[in-house]
């Protein structure tokens, strides 16, 4: 453990922040501007996640699509009823095991993440815009590595904890 702290105090500057706080900030900056621009859409930045992986991923359980949402089981649950009333998602047993609701987007649902493409992707632009091909893949690869060390490491603990 002191070999990380040192590795950590040698690539970061006296009094610069560290890569997980710039990474929240930089969460808390498109959670506040994609909430912005998907209201006047009747959305929040968390509805339309959960309505993007839908579109990815296809038909998912609440539970499935809580983990690929990064919410809890119950907070799904309410955002699941809420989109099911609004028409936006529909459920359907799944095949083999009636008990399991799959949620799958509507042609309504499908219409309004249509319609939330030109502002994600003004947010994506401009957060890209100043940066190269090249440093658009770098920091691509460099957050897709994040994602994956640290979801190994979170897979790790819940194992030992288990």
């Known amino acids: 453990m002191m ?11 006296a009094g610069a922040p560290l890569t997980l706080y710039l990474v929240k900030r930089l969460e808390l900056v498109i959670r506040a501007l994609l909430d912005d621009a998907l209201r006047p859409l009747g959305l929040t930045t968390l509805q339309y996640t959960a309505l993007s992986v839908l579109e990815a ?3 998912l359980s609440s539970a499935q699509l ?3 949402s990064f919410l809890r ?3 799904m649950h309410e955002m699941v009823l809420a989109l099911e009333k609004r028409g936006l998602i529909a459920r359907t047993p799944k095949a083999g095991n009636k008990r399991v609701l799959l949620a799958g987007l509507t042609d309504a649902g499908r219409e309004l993440l249509a319609g939330c493409a030109p502002a994600v992707a003004e947010l994506e632009n401009a957060l890209l815009a100043d940066l190269s091909p090249g440093q658009r893949a770098t920091f691509r690869e460099g957050l897709q590595h994040g994602v994956t060390a640290l979801g190994a490491l979170s897979g790790q603990r819940r194992a030992q904890e288990a």
């Open 73 to 75: 089981p119950q907070t």
């Open 57 to 59: 991923s296809g038909a």
């Open 66 to 68: 809580a983990r690929r």
């Open 3 to 13: 070999g990380a702290v040192s590795t950590s105090a040698q690539e970061h500057p």
